[in-house]
């Protein structure tokens, strides 16, 4: 079914015009909702939703919202407007994204239209929907919703504003506002969606982390080493960490002070690091409990980069593959578990040769094998603190390394620190 005949359904079952409801539809779609989720939300919005009231908006306090809720009314301080423009149906529009806050709790939502408001009002806002986002309850304000504002402003603990620590930054945030210093930076041109683009891409730091960002303006002041404060940027997942995002709307200027940078990343427990969903710098510290197969001496495709098993290509077949070397190993802490991943440099450290002295060693063994088998002998259950990107995905987390050395200190004695700090 396309999107016509959904509409049409939902027309006809809703009693409702079929253009307005294929606008929605599309609107939701263009924002990467899930077909079926599509339909509900509209099925929600013309009190169709069997599951919910049907009856008008009930006035709800943020923390009582549930994905069940069909339509909303919620009285809030407004805490960050980040702006965005997305294109449906050839047209580009500009919508407008962060969350709302009262006493019990804060949500995200996204306008449709643009109501007016600024971090820091009091509103009511009267009939937002509400959808499920990453199973989460988010605020939808079309042009069915009102927003009020309230004189009396409404008491929150969080506070108002975008500003945020590098280290906090999620995918997804957005309007968020950072101060940061430039440390990479460099023109390149893409293929976007409005055919050749030049962006700006790099990475950025403060006092609590480095992230990399991409400058959608390609903005020449974004040059290396320059502290700048960007007003509303958005972060959203790039190959599995989160990035910032530099759009049309955001603004950039001096700070005014050098920023500080840490040398080091954030060290985090491993539940810690994976439960943030993934992170672009990070050092954790943790017991190599094992070096899995793949490791070792092994063979990449020439065409794609992806390892071979048994000299085939998941992708291309049966090609002469290129030698390499990498370790893939599990480390644990007690809070969670992670796939280290180390490059051949890494990889040829540990293991205290070359990869040509390694082939060697295969070579009279008659057995690549040999190479993956010294390496366990070397690590397995020793403890090493790592430093690397790590991104969380559906098959779960890889902490791709830059830095790999084993702990000085007493594992016994961390271990029962670590033991304390769960509560174990
Ligand atoms: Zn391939």
């Given at each position: 079914m396309d999107v016509d005949d959904h509409a049409e359904e939902l027309a006809s079952t809703l009693g409702v015009d079929k253009a307005e409801v294929k606008s929605d539809l599309q609107n939701l779609l263009e924002y990467s909702v899930p077909i079926d989720e599509a339909k509900q939300s509209i099925r929600r919005?013309?009190?169709?939703?069997?599951?919910?009231s049907g009856g008008s908006p009930t006035s709800r306090d943020?923390?009582?919202?549930?994905?069940?809720?069909?339509?909303?009314?919620?009285?809030?301080?407004?805490?960050?407007?980040?702006?965005?423009?997305?294109?449906?149906?050839?047209?580009?529009?500009?919508?407008?994204e962060g969350e709302l806050a009262d006493e019990t709790g804060k949500i995200s939502y996204t306008a449709w239209e643009d109501f007016g408001f600024e971090p820091g009002d009091s509103v009511t806002v009267g009939n937002a929907g509400v959808r499920e986002w990453d199973g989460e309850p988010e605020l939808n304000l079309g042009s069915s919703s009102t927003v009020a504002v309230e004189t009396t402003p409404v008491e929150t603990p969080y506070d108002v504003g975008g500003e945020t620590d590098l280290v906090n930054v999620r995918a997804g945030d957005r309007g968020r506002t950072v101060e940061v210093r430039v440390l990479e930076s460099?023109?390149?041109?893409?293929?976007?969606?409005?055919?050749?683009?030049?962006?700006?891409?790099?990475?950025?730091?403060?006092?609590?982390?480095?992230l990399p960002f991409t400058d959608w303006g390609a903005r020449s002041d974004l040059r290396e080493s320059a502290d700048l404060r960007f007003e509303d940027v958005y972060a959203r997942e790039f190959r599995g960490v989160p990035q910032i995002n530099l759009s049309e709307f955001t603004t950039v200027t001096p700070v005014g002070r050098e920023v500080t940078v840490n040398e080091s990343a954030p060290r985090m427990g491993i539940g810690e690091a994976v439960g943030s969903g993934?992170?672009?710098?990070?050092?954790?510290?943790?017991?190599?409990?094992?070096?899995?197969?793949?490791?070792?001496?092994?063979?990449?495709c020439p065409d794609c980069g992806r390892v071979l098993q048994n000299g085939q290509c998941r992708s291309h077949g049966d090609v002469a593959g290129e030698d390499d070397m990498r370790v893939k190993a599990i480390l644990d802490d007690g809070t969670g578990t992670v796939t280290v991943v180390l490059d051949r440099d890494l990889t040829e450290t540990l293991y205290g040769g070359t990869m040509d002295e390694a082939m060697e060693q295969a070579r009279e063994a008659m057995d690549k094998e040999v190479v993956a088998d010294d390496i366990r002998d070397t690590v397995v259950g020793r403890e090493f603190r790592i430093r690397g990107n790590l991104s969380v995905d559906d098959y779960g987390a890889n902490l791709e390394a830059n830095e790999f050395e084993e702990t000085a200190d007493d594992p016994a004695e961390r271990a029962a620190a670590l033991r304390e700090e769960v509560g174990a």
């Open positions: 919005k013309h009190g169709g939703d069997s599951g919910g943020i923390a009582d919202i549930t994905t069940e809720d069909g339509n909303v009314t919620v009285t809030a301080r407004v805490l960050t407007v980040g702006r965005r423009s997305i294109r449906y149906q050839g047209e580009e529009q500009t919508i407008r460099e023109e390149r041109t893409i293929d976007g969606r409005n055919g050749e683009t030049l962006i700006r891409s790099g990475v950025v730091a403060d006092e609590t982390g480095r993934g992170m672009f710098d990070v050092e954790v510290t943790g017991n190599l409990l094992e070096v899995r197969d793949g490791s070792g001496l092994i063979e990449r």
